[in-house]
């Protein structure tokens, strides 16, 4: 009698030795996230670095002075105005495009040159995108030439709102363009076989099925687009976002370490919550949908 032992293949080194590859990623992580995000928060809290006339010591006082503050306030409003506003003008604007793009795929048709075009301005720094804004909507801006009206929005909401539009549109067409290429055609054909027009596909069907991708590119999206600052830092003639109030704590005179590590740990816990909501969210809409 013959017995046959059955070998299951393992990872080169094996899962004992596996951890090592894991070291340089994890080392990298703790050497630019961590550990600068505990020295922020000890600039805030007065136990790390202070500016010239700021004071040393466990102290309250620069975290209550960032969150009392009017112009933090206002910053902080303009902040979730315009990227909540440009983000869902983004989901907008990708949905039936991405689904276009995948249904051209579908057929075996090539979207290579379209798929480069929309996720072009993930590639430009956010100064580009600022400048381009300023070429269209700037006091001398060609829409400005051609509508006088327009002249000038790019520095205020309006004009924020469309630059910072362009800045997420390939950071929510990068996610659903995945999610709407491994949606299963055969579902909104069955349908639309049974008589449901396409409206009531879309909504029943095909919308469900794209909402935790929506959602976890959307708190990627607000994340990324709450802490980006080149793209204000061209507009910052008007209205003031909350990045421009953390870079400004550091150029000031006198050089506010602390004050600006208190707005900055706003931002980065304004960023890490819809980072972390997006992800926990589509978790939660993903199980609901596969039920």
Same mark, same amino acid.
Not at 161 to 189: C, H, K, Q, W
């Given at each position: 009698?013959?017995?046959?032992?059955?070998?299951?293949?393992?990872?080169?080194?094996?899962?004992?030795?596996?951890? =090592?590859?894991?070291?340089?990623?994890?080392?990298?992580? =703790?050497?630019?996230?961590?550990?600068?995000?505990?020295?922020?928060?000890?600039?805030?809290?007065?136990?790390?670095?202070?500016?010239?006339?700021?004071?040393?010591?466990?102290?309250?006082?620069?975290?209550?002075?960032?969150?009392?503050?009017?112009?933090?306030?206002?910053?902080?409003?303009?902040?979730? /105005?315009?990227?909540?506003?440009?983000?869902?003008?983004?989901?907008?604007?990708?949905?039936?495009?991405?689904?276009?793009?995948?249904?051209?795929?579908?057929?075996?048709?090539?979207?290579?040159?379209?798929?480069?075009?929309?996720?072009?301005?993930?590639? =430009?720094?956010?100064? +580009?995108?600022?400048?381009?804004?300023?070429?269209?909507?700037?006091?001398?801006g060609l829409l400005g030439l051609w509508f006088p009206q327009l002249a000038g929005t790019a520095y205020?909401?309006?004009?924020?709102?469309?630059?910072?539009?362009?800045?997420?549109?390939?950071? +929510?067409?990068?996610?659903?363009?995945?999610?709407?290429?491994?949606?299963?055609?055969?579902?909104?054909?069955?349908?639309?076989?049974?008589?449901?027009?396409? /409206?009531?596909?879309?909504? /029943?069907?095909? =919308?469900?099925?794209?909402?935790?991708?929506?959602?976890?590119?959307?708190?990627?999206?607000?994340?990324?687009?709450?802490?980006?600052?080149?793209?204000?830092?061209?507009?910052?003639?008007?209205?003031?976002?909350?990045?421009?109030?953390?870079?400004?704590?550091?150029?000031?005179?006198?050089?506010? +370490?602390?004050?600006?590590?208190?707005?900055?740990?706003?931002?980065?816990?304004?960023?890490?919550?819809?980072?972390?909501?997006?992800?926990?969210?589509?978790?939660?809409?993903?199980?609901?949908?596969?039920?």
């Amino acid at each position: 009698m013959t017995v046959r032992t059955r070998v299951t293949p393992t990872v080169a080194g094996g899962p004992r030795w596996g951890w =090592l590859a894991a070291v340089p990623g994890v080392l990298f992580l =703790l050497a630019f996230a961590l550990y600068p995000l505990v020295s922020l928060t000890q600039n805030a809290i007065g136990l790390g670095r202070t500016g010239l006339r700021e004071e040393s010591g466990l102290t309250a006082d620069y975290l209550v002075a960032a969150l009392t503050s009017e112009a933090i306030r206002r910053a902080v409003v303009n902040s979730l /105005t315009v990227c909540v506003s440009a983000v869902a003008i983004a989901i907008a604007l990708s949905i039936p495009l991405v689904l276009h793009l995948a249904a051209r795929s579908h057929v075996g048709r090539n979207t290579s040159p379209l798929d480069s075009a929309f996720t072009l301005p993930v590639a =430009l720094p956010g100064t +580009i995108i600022g400048f381009f804004a300023v070429v269209l909507l700037g006091n001398t801006g060609l829409l400005g030439l051609w509508f006088p009206q327009l002249a000038g929005t790019a520095y205020i909401i309006p004009g924020l709102v469309v630059a910072y539009t362009y800045f997420s549109l390939p950071r +929510i067409i990068g996610p659903l363009r995945g999610a709407a290429e491994n949606l299963d055609p055969a579902m909104p054909e069955t349908a639309r076989s049974l008589g449901a027009g396409r /409206t009531r596909v879309f909504v /029943t069907v095909t =919308l469900p099925l794209l909402l935790p991708a929506i959602i976890e590119a959307s708190g990627t999206a607000l994340a990324v687009a709450l802490g980006g600052y080149g793209t204000i830092a061209v507009l910052a003639r008007g209205d003031r976002l909350l990045p421009l109030e953390v870079v400004d704590g550091l150029s000031s005179a006198g050089f506010n +370490i602390a004050t600006a590590s208190a707005n900055a740990l706003i931002l980065a816990v304004l960023a890490a919550g819809f980072l972390l909501a997006g992800r926990a969210v589509a978790r939660i809409t993903e199980r609901m949908v596969a039920r």
